[in-house]
């Protein structure tokens, strides 16, 4: 059938249709439309005959209309393709196109203007928006169920408290999402609203998250609309004013809380603690002023302080006397402070109140002890300085000011030997002796330990200082009882005196510390004056420390080795480790003018250290290089060899360099040695058990135990220089020398003479079976680099000599 004939046979329908009828060819042009074309959108039925559907739709969905046509082409129909035509004023249609491919290549299209249908849906659609935006928006968490539980909503808070979002919950049923609801009163509360349909508001505690909740939920025929928000924080508050109210009465300071807005600011509230404080009972408490507590000799100053912060509305502490209802007094640290209301007007005022009695009974000692000795009630060192300025001050220019350093000769063994509590009373017993002795207007402090200091204020001369210093070692050396026991000590007395102006009275202290020390030196029992030479000794001390520490910061130190031989074969066999400084501007420093200092300072612990890593290293060097059969010999400390860690520092970085421990040998004086004889011997075998060589140094010059000396693991010994200078001249020398070596070759101990200058001294000991030597005849101490071109040139000349002499065989 044609479409003449066919549109012929549908004329009625498709001329009365209030839907939009189109023939469409398979390009989409308009073959015939029906009159609602006109009435819906004011085209002529000409005007848009052989027109492409792109005249009606608009651009952006013509892409979904060609879509549609490959569709059709395919013999597919279209349904409900929505898009949007203008009419012929201008005006956009939402249109709802059904469309299939019929006879003759047609398309026959029916379409459906749905343009109000369509803006109500937006209009839905914009409500539902704003809506959620709006639940988003609020802080209360908000979600609803359907009639079967299931999760149909959930705001931003709900999402982010019950931490799920919609996607994870939607369609999911509440007690299948939170099991652990099931069987709580949450569930409870939530089914009572759904089976009586009325609406329920709790607070609930969700264990699992440790939160508290307060909930509203409300029923209504789509299910249940549930709105909760975050209470922890309430609670939690709550629960601290709970705790605080408790913790207020089971305080053991006293608490009293009074209106402010009564004249005499009455008590309304007292805690217990305050009643055991006081001695009163509550009910004589309430509706009084806290001044009842007062008594004659309370602190005006803190009265007043109390009435001005009650007056300023302000916080304040005071400690003042109080007392309780048995007329007992007591010290009362007071801390008040005022409470305002919700608009900051003060209501009531809070007092803390403790006693301190026993703390200001404490204080007083303490500053007692602050400056005094608790042991022997004398001024301190603090007490002292004081006293010393005043007497600076206070003495005239044509008088002495002279202070006396006393330090007890022998209080140490006794301390020791008898215990702490008879040297105790032992140094009680001359605080008491001091005291009496120094007399009126003349002051006696302890310094420290068994070290007291004597000021003689406005005295006539020196002969009087000196006549004072020598009462005292009278008194101090006189016998004392203690416990049944006997004692006797002595003293040595440094001795200053003020000469001019001084920039710190202390000054004088220190220097009559200084010429203590020389007086001990000098033998016990002894008064030493100071001079000012002692002062510029003790100055360049301090400056050499400095240098030291600089050289130590600085690496200055270096090491040179002194070759040791054996004579008869002339082969090197070991080296000693000597430390050298080069100072910036001393120059070269002796080692005699620093490592003594060293030593008492502790900084000897840095520089041994260093020595032996650095010696370590270049033995390994040298061992690298071809020597194996040699030892490098390094000197040991008294302070290093005593240190509780010696023996595992050592060994471990003995082991970190990859030194054989066979190849080291230390060497240590015999005075070190015997300090603790017993522990020495302990330490050195374990040192000899790990394969180290021992050696004693500068031996003879000490004096051993020749007991302990057997005792010893150690390999050799070394002849002191001392005895190498004049052997040759000196029979005592001689002699000594002789004893050592047939001592050493009965012990079965290799013997080294150190500082051998001379051939002559080289032929004696050899002479007398001294095998081993080391001193300037042979080789001087060397650098490193310096040592190598020794060795080889060494090698090279008994390599040389022992040709020679086998072609002279």
Known sequence: MKISELLLEQDPFFTLSLDLFAWVDRAGNFMQVN???????????????????????????????????????????????????????????????????????LIHMVARDITHNRRLSQEVDRLAERLIT???????????????????????????????????????????????????????????????????????????????????????????AVYFRDISSRKSTEKQLNILERSIAASTNGVIIADAGEEDQPIIYANPAFERLTGYRREEILGRNCRFLQGPDTDPKAVAEVRACIRDCRETRVVLRNYRKDGTSFWNE???????????????????????????????????????????????????????????????????????FVDLDGFKPINDTLGHQIGDMLLEQVAVRLSRQAGPGNSVARFEADEFVVVMGACTGEAAVQAMAEEILAAIARPYRIRGNELRITASIGVAVKEGLLDSPMILVQRADMAMYRAKRQGHNTIYWYRHELAIKASESVSLRRDIQQAIDNGQFELHYQPQLHGPSGRVTGFEALIRWQHPERGFVSPVDFIGLAESTGQIIPISDWVLETAFRDARELNALGMSDFTMAVNISPMQFQRTHFVSDLLRMLEKSGLAPELLELELTEGVLMENAAWAVETLGVLRREGLQLAIDDFGTGFSSLSYLKHLPVSKVKIDRTFINDLVSDHRDAAIVKGIIAMARAMKLQVLAEGVETHAQYAYLSRHQCTLYQGFHFARPMPLARLKVFLDEHHRAQKATVAQAGGNT
Do not use: M
């Open 134 to 224: 709006t639940l988003d928006s609020i802080t209360d968490g908000f979600f609803t169920l359907d009639t079967q539980w299931r999760f149909s909503y959930l705001n931003a808070t709900a999402e982010r408290l019950l931490e799920h979002d919609l996607k994870e919950l939607e369609g999911v049923s509440l007690w299948d999402a939170f099991p652990e609801c099931l069987g709580t009163p949450l569930e409870r509360k939530y089914r009572r609203a759904f089976d009586d349909n009325v609406s329920v508001s709790f607070e609930t505690r969700y264990p699992d998250k440790g939160l508290w909740f307060e909930v509203n939920a409300y029923p209504s025929r789509e299910g249940l």
């Open 35 to 105: 009159p609602a074309f006109k009435r819906f959108l004011g085209y002529e039925l000409e005007e848009l005959k052989g027109k492409s559907y792109a005249y009606l739709v608009v651009a952006e969905d013509c892409p979904l209309v060609e879509e549609a046509l490959a569709r059709l082409d395919q013999e597919r129909p279209v349904r409900e393709l929505v898009v949007r035509v203008e009419d012929s004023w201008g005006h956009l249609h939402w249109i709802e196109v059904n469309a299939a491919l019929c006879a003759e290549a």
């Open 334 to 404: 007071l801390n008040i402070s005022p409470v305002p209301d919700e608009e900051g007007q003060v209501t009531h005022f809070i007092g803390v109140q403790h006693d301190i009695t026993t703390q200001r009974d404490n204080e007083e000692r303490l500053a007692f002890s602050v400056t005094h000795d608790l042991l022997t009630g004398l001024p301190n060192r603090n007490l002292l300085e004081e006293h010393l300025k005043e007497e600076a001050l206070d003495t005239p220019d044509d008088c002495l000011l002279g202070v006396l």
